[in-house]
């Protein structure tokens, strides 16, 4: 199948990979030329480890990076797809007017997968009225190489058709899937990270225990494979905050950020992306302090 990933960000290029590895012929479109050279470059490494693990089958790294492509537009990466992954920042004016290009470059039969973490599938599919049948939430989990699951998200209009095809579709990348049939915003799993996050950052604030205490709580005491302030690092603390925002709109006020989120942000700091968020790392990626937020 020809697939295209729109956007190349954290996601993106881990989605792109996914599907090069099951086969498919992939173009992968960012606005910033940087962050889709920056997934490439990750691309190749997370393969070279694969096939080191003997975990890419018959193929070796170039294989499977040849087949994606990078493409200049949304139009470039959509012609003859078959299957088109939308994973743009979550901003819902973002992701409507990428699927309005969508719609017009992609092909009538196309299927349509937005990432969204936990956005409205109908508000983001409203934009291509009768249209709206073809869209499904189609949310991996980061890393997409590594992570299990596909969460897919019916919005009111997505028929039954596209829910099958999307289901076979991540089967064929070798994921299972639940499928979340009320498109309620943080759909089955975001709503639950989000808020325990939340709390995490809300104990940092209360000095409660230092960020890496709480995480090794976390992980030690009620066996999280990771702590939530290092996940929210690894995911990006951008990401997170607009999703709480909009948690917030749809949920009310237990979702509401914390002023030492929103100051994170607004100073830079994104977690593992720009080497600090909650915790500074060094370029090798590795943790440097305990995490000092406040600091
Ligand atoms: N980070 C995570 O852990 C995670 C997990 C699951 C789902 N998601 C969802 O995936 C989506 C992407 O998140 P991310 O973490 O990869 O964000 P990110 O900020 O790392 O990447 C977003 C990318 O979108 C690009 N972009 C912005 N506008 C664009 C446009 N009009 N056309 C093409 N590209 C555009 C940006 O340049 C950027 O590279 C979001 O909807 C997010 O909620 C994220």
Redesign the pocket.
């Known amino acids: 199948m020809r697939v295209a990933v729109?956007?190349?960000?954290?996601?993106?290029g881990g989605i792109a990979q996914v599907a090069a590895m099951a086969g498919h012929g992939v173009r992968l479109?960012?606005?910033?030329p940087a962050?889709a050279g920056a997934a490439r470059t990750a691309m190749r490494g997370s393969l070279e480890k694969l096939h080191g693990k003997g975990r890419l089958g018959d193929d070796l790294p170039d294989d499977v990076l040849d087949r994606v492509a990078p493409a200049g537009s949304?139009a470039a990466a959509c012609d003859a797809a078959d299957v088109v992954i939308e994973?743009?920042?979550?901003l819902i004016e973002?992701k409507q007017?990428?699927f309005r290009q969508i719609a017009e470059a992609a092909p009538a039969g196309a299927l349509f997968g937005t990432?969204?973490?936990q956005l409205s599938i109908t508000r983001i599919g409203s934009v291509l009225g009768d249209g709206a049948d073809r869209l499904v939430g189609m949310?991996?989990?980061?890393p997409p190489v590594l992570m299990r699951l596909v969460e897919l998200v019916a919005g009111l209009g997505t028929s039954e058709e596209t829910i099958a095809r999307a289901e076979a579709f991540a089967r064929g990348l070798g994921k299972e899937t639940v499928v979340c049939r009320k498109d309620s915003p943080g759909f089955m799993t975001s709503r639950v990270s989000a808020i325990v996050r939340l709390e995490c950052l809300k104990m940092v604030e209360e000095g409660v225990g230092s960020p890496a205490d709480i995480d090794k709580a976390l992980r030690l005491g009620l066996n999280f494979p990771m702590g939530p302030l290092e996940l929210g690092d690894f995911?990006?603390l951008?990401?997170y905050l607009h999703?709480l925002e909009a948690l917030e709109v749809a949920h009310g006020e237990r979702f509401r950020p914390t002023v030492t989120l929103r100051n994170l942000v607004a100073a830079g700091r994104l977690g593992r992306?720009t080497g600090r968020g909650v915790y500074r790392y060094g370029p090798d990626g590795a943790k440097l302090d305990d995490g000092t937020p406040a600091g």
């Open positions: 729109i956007g190349a960000g954290t996601m993106g479109f960012d606005t910033d962050r949304i994973t743009v920042v979550e973002v007017e990428v990432n969204t973490s949310h991996f989990f980061n995911n990006g951008d990401t999703a992306k």
